[in-house]
């Protein structure tokens, strides 16, 4: 009798383990507690990432570059450049010219014209150490009572190098045009410069050396010019 006891508390032992393994039921939350839960957070934004910085237009090639010159002339490259875009506007009066006397026959000096009235226009702007870079078009009366025209640049330096009175020395490189030569086809040219300058303005002066040989030509004559800057 004992046994048959026995034997039948292990079968109903047996019979619920798989209902005991199995989970128990959950109950749906009711809306209170599902409203009491908090809600879950976002991770915040970054500045960065919420504003996106636009990237920047690749710059326009520039009509000439001045980098990997000679340092000299990557300096003009830049004065001559600052002077287009950024220069201030000049007034050229021309006014005189002087056959050297030991070039030229009396004669000769007494048929040239040496009052070269004429003028133009130009602009210009100051680098940082001084030196002054300009623009101009010229148009005077030449030795032949005929016109010449000029269209270039030029480029002073000066001692003292911000002085308001001080003396400069430097060139100019143009092309011109006149009817004695080559039947006014423009043709290149380069000249020394020298200046006084007396605070906005100043007088300006140039050497034309001789360009034939013999005792008479073309050539060994000075001219003087004013600039004011405005």
């Known amino acids: 009798m004992l046994r048959m006891v ?14 005991l393994a199995q989970p128990a039921p959950v109950e749906p939350s009711s809306p209170a507690a599902a409203a009491a839960e908090p809600a879950p957070v976002a991770p915040p934004i970054s500045a960065s990432a919420a504003v996106k910085t636009p990237e920047p237009a690749p710059k326009s090639s520039e009509w000439i570059a001045c980098d990997g010159l000679w340092s000299w002339v990557a300096s003009q490259c830049r004065g001559l450049k600052k002077a287009w875009k950024d220069g201030s506007p000049d007034l050229y009066i021309t006014g005189l010219s002087h056959h050297d006397r030991g070039t030229y026959t009396q004669e000769k000096i007494d048929s040239y014209n040496e009052r070269a009235w004429g003028g133009g226009l130009g602009w210009s702007a100051r680098a940082e150490n001084g030196d002054d870079f300009g623009w101009y078009f010229l148009v005077f009366r030449d030795s032949h009572y005929k016109y010449t025209k000029m269209v270039g ?10 002085g308001k009175v001080a003396v400069g020395l430097g060139y100019t490189m143009f092309l011109g045009s006149r009817p004695d030569i080559y039947n006014s ?20 002066g140039t050497y034309i050396p001789k ?4 005792t008479t030509g073309n ?4 001219f003087l010019f004013a600039r004011i800057h405005f």
């Open 211 to 214: 360009v034939s040989q013999g």
């Open 153 to 162: 640049w030029d480029w002073l330096t000066y001692w003292p190098a911000d």
């Open 6 to 19: 026995r034997w039948g508390f292990v079968w109903a032992a047996a019979a619920a383990l798989p209902a």
């Open 185 to 204: 086809i423009p043709f290149p040219g380069i000249l020394p410069l020298a200046s006084v300058r007396l605070w906005n303005a100043e007088i300006m």
């Open 219 to 222: 050539g060994n004559v000075g």
